[in-house]
């Protein structure tokens, strides 16, 4: 939660990435790094839009990238989204700014200071980058702040 105290959240991640995941935790516990909630997909009826409104991080749900017919790299519990209100999924298409999740105007504007944003070179980056994850907000074509996804070698 965001109250400074300990709480306990659950995510499920792909096994080639577990250990990495939980020394990625693990390092940001000891940095206090605030994280609100991390309860599993079930909890909004796997419906990912839902749980990005709600603040909700989250890994492994077997879903299409939003908008396409292509399986997300989420599907494959290969990708961490953390803190998405605070960390938008950003991109213009047809001349019109889109936002995810849509509650999340007020934070598209990368320039302002909030502390639960995402930025590059902040710890919360370095602890994924560190580990082989590439990071969303690096991203050409659109922005997705809240993302982090390893890739695995088959």
């Known amino acids: 939660g965001f109250d400074g105290l300990t709480h306990i959240g659950e995510m499920i991640v792909n096994k080639a990435i577990a250990e990495d995941v939980l020394a990625i935790f693990r390092e940001l516990y000891n940095l206090e790094y605030p994280i609100e909630k991390m309860l599993l997909i079930d909890e909004y009826d796997a419906d990912d839009l839902k749980s990005m409104a709600d603040n909700n991080s989250s890994s492994f749900n077997y879903r299409f990238v939003e908008g396409t017919s292509r399986r997300s790299v989420h599907s494959d519990g290969l990708a961490i989204d953390i803190n998405p209100l605070y960390n938008p999924y950003v991109r213009t298409r047809d001349d019109k700014l889109e936002i995810l999740p849509e509650n999340a105007t007020e934070y598209v504007d990368r320039d302002k200071d909030n502390i639960y944003y995402i930025k590059k070179d902040d710890p919360i980056y370095n602890a994924f ?8 907000g690096e991203w050409k074509n659109s922005k997705d702040y809240q993302h982090f996804e390893k890739k695995i070698s088959d």
């Not at 980058?129 to 969303?136: D, E, Q």
């Open 129 to 136: 980058v560190s580990r082989g994850f590439t990071w969303g």
